[in-house]
C-alpha cells in the first residue's frame, strides 16, 4: 500500500508542512501524479519531493529519505497523513482504506493509468493531461482517443504520424503510409516507401508561370521534390539519376503532353538510384525510331494515369534492373515493329492497364531473361499477327487479350480492327461501344500490396472498390 511520509524530527515536520501548504492545491504537483515516474515522463526532474513546491515538485537531485514522495491524495481530499509506519494510508477516520492500485503498473486494459487520489484505474480521459500521460505509457500511442484508451493518432490529432507513416488511419486510430497524393498537402506521396515528399520541395510549371520548361524545374529541386505540369506541350528529352525522388503530378482538368522531337533520346530516362513517380501525364511524339518515350534504367519508376502512346520507337522499356508499376494506364498504340512495355532484367507490375500494338514485329508485352512480370484486372491487343504477349514467364491473370492464356482470363479473339478503342489510331485506347462485352467482367478488384487496386479508372471514373467484385479490365471503365 500507499507509504505516508515519516517525519523525524520537528524541524523537519515544520519544512513538510510549509512545503504542503504550498501545493497542496496544485494538481499537477507530482505526488499526485505517480512521484518519480510522473516527473521522467514530463521531462522536468528524475525525483518528486514533498518538500518542494515549485516545478510541480520535481527535482534533479535525490530528495532525503523523508521528502522523498509517492503518490498521494488528489487536492480534493487534501495530502495524506504526516507520520505513520510506511504501511498504512488513512482516510482521517483512523480505518486503512483498500486500493485498487498504486502506480500504473497495477493497471491494464482501458484503464491503464492509477489516479493516486482515488487509487482507481482509469482510462487517459481521467488524467490533468491525457495525451502527455498517454505518451509517458508508450510512445507508439501518445494520443487520448476520444473512447477514453490511447491511441497513436485521431481525426485532428494526427501530429504523432509522420515519416513513412504519415496518415492517420481514422478507422483504426493508427499511423500508415499515404496512398494517394492528395494525402500529402501540395506535396506527392512516394509510394515506394509511404511518406510525402518534402511540402517546402514543390514547384509549378507552365505557361506564365515561374517554370516554363520541365528541366528548368527539375533543376530547382533537390534530392527530393514535386513538379506541379499544367497543361501545355513541352517538347523535351531529361534524364534522372542518382539519389532522387522526383514527382511529375498533373490536375485532373488538365492533361499535359511531353514530347520529342529533337535528338534521339526518350522524352525521358530513369538511371540507376532514381525514383521517379508520374500521374496524369501523357507521353507521345517522340520522333526516334530506336529509343521509347520512356526508358528505364536501373532506376524505379511508379505511373498513375499515364499515357505513354504513339511513339515510333516503343511505349516502356526496363532494362538493368529497373522497376515498374504501372496503374490505369495506357501503353502502346497503332505503331508498327514497336512493343508498349519490354521487360530486360526488370521487374514489372501491371494493374488496370491497357497495352497495344501494331502491326509487323510489334508486341503488346515482350520480356527477356530475369525478368519478373506480374500483371492484372488488364488489357492486352495488337494488330500484329504474332502473340500480343510474348513473355512466357509473366503471372497474369483476370486479364483479357485476344490469345488464349487459360486461367481466370479471358479470350477475345483476333481483334478484326481497331473499332474496339475510339482513337486506336492515335493512342486514344478508351474502350468503344464496338468493344467485347466480356471485357466488362474479366477484371477482379482486389485488395494486394503495397496498395489496394485503384478505386477509379484512368478518367477518375468509379470502379467497385469492393474485393471480388467484377470489373472491366483495362484502363478504361466506359
Known amino acids: 500500500m500507499r507509504r505516508s511520509v515519516f517525519v523525524q524530527s520537528l524541524g523537519l515536520l515544520a519544512g513538510v508542512f510549509i512545503g504542503l501548504a504550498c501545493w497542496r492545491e496544485d494538481a499537477e504537483h507530482c505526488s499526485y501524479n505517480d512521484g518519480d515516474s510522473s516527473c521522467q515522463a514530463r521531462g522536468l526532474g528524475q525525483f518528486c519531493s514533498a518538500c518542494e513546491s515549485s516545478n510541480h515538485g520535481c527535482v534533479d537531485a535525490r530528495p532525503s529519505e523523508d521528502c522523498a514522495a509517492t503518490p498521494e491524495e488528489d487536492p480534493a481530499s487534501g495530502p495524506g497523513p504526516i507520520g505513520g509506519d510506511g504501511d498504512e494510508e488513512s482516510t482521517g477516520g483512523g480505518g486503512p482504506v483498500a486500493s485498487e492500485c498504486a502506480a500504473n503498473a497495477e493497471c491494464s486494459g482501458a484503464t491503464p493509468f492509477c489516479d493516486t487520489g482515488s487509487g482507481q484505474c482509469v482510462s487517459c480521459e481521467a488524467m490533468a493531461q491525457p495525451d502527455d500521460a498517454c505518451a509517458g505509457l508508450s510512445a507508439a500511442a501518445s494520443v487520448c482517443g476520444s473512447t477514453g484508451a490511447c491511441v497513436q493518432c485521431e481525426g485532428e490529432k494526427a501530429s504523432a504520424c509522420g515519416g513513412t507513416t504519415p ?39 507552365g505557361s506564365g508561370l515561374e517554370f516554363a520548361q520541365l528541366s528548368a524545374a527539375l533543376d530547382a529541386l533537390g534530392a527530393e521534390g514535386t513538379i506541379i505540369v499544367h497543361a501545355g506541350n513541352y517538347d523535351e528529352s531529361i534524364a534522372i539519376d542518382g539519389e532522387r525522388t522526383i514527382a511529375f503530378v498533373a490536375p485532373a482538368s488538365e492533361l499535359p503532353v511531353w514530347w520529342a522531337s529533337v535528338g534521339a533520346a526518350p522524352q525521358l530516362t530513369v538511371g540507376a538510384g532514381a525514383a521517379v513517380l508520374m500521374d496524369h501525364i501523357q507521353l507521345s511524339g517522340n520522333v526516334s525510331l530506336a529509343h521509347p518515350g520512356l526508358l528505364v534504367q536501373s532506376g524505379r519508376v511508379w505511373l498513375d494515369r499515364t499515357r505513354v502512346v504513339n511513339n515510333p520507337g516503343g511505349g516502356i522499356e526496363l532494362v538493368d534492373g529497373a522497376e515498374l508499376t504501372l496503374r490505369n494506364g495506357f501503353v502502346g498504340g497503332d505503331d ?3 512493343v508498349a512495355l519490354s521487360v530486360e532484367g526488370s521487374d514489372a507490375r501491371v494493374i488496370y492497364s491497357t497495352l497495344a500494338a501494331g502491326f509487323g514485329d510489334a508486341a503488346a508485352l515482350r520480356c527477356g531473361l530475369g525478368v519478373f512480370v506480374q500483371a492484372r484486372n488488364s488489357l492486352f491487343v495488337g ?48 474502350l468503344s461501344s464496338m468493344a467485347p462485352s466480356t471485357i466488362g467482367t474479366t477484371a477482379q478488384w482486389q485488395t494486394g500490396e ?26 478504361d471503365v466506359p
Open 336 to 338: 508498327n515493329d514497336a
Open 167 to 205: 496518415v492517420c488511419d481514422g478507422a483504426a486510430n493508427v499511423c500508415v503510409g499515404c496512398s494517394a497524393h492528395d494525402q500529402c498537402g501540395p506535396a506527392a506521396c512516394n509510394f515506394f516507401t509511404g511518406a510525402c515528399l518534402p511540402e517546402d520541395a514543390v514547384v509549378e510549371v
Open 383 to 430: 494488330r500484329t499477327a504474332a502473340d500480343e504477349i510474348q513473355c512466357a514467364t509473366a503471372l497474369i491473370d483476370h486479364s483479357a487479350m485476344e490469345m488464349d492464356l487459360g486461367g481466370t482470363n479471358q479470350t477475345l479473339g483476333v481483334m478484326p480492327d481497331t473499332s474496339w478503342f475510339q482513337g486506336y489510331g492515335v493512342g486514344d485506347l478508351h
Open 450 to 475: 503495397p496498395l489496394d487496386d485503384p478505386p477509379t479508372d484512368i478518367d477518375w471514373d468509379q470502379r467497385p472498390a469492393m474485393a471480388g467484385a467484377a470489373d472491366y479490365a483495362g484502363a
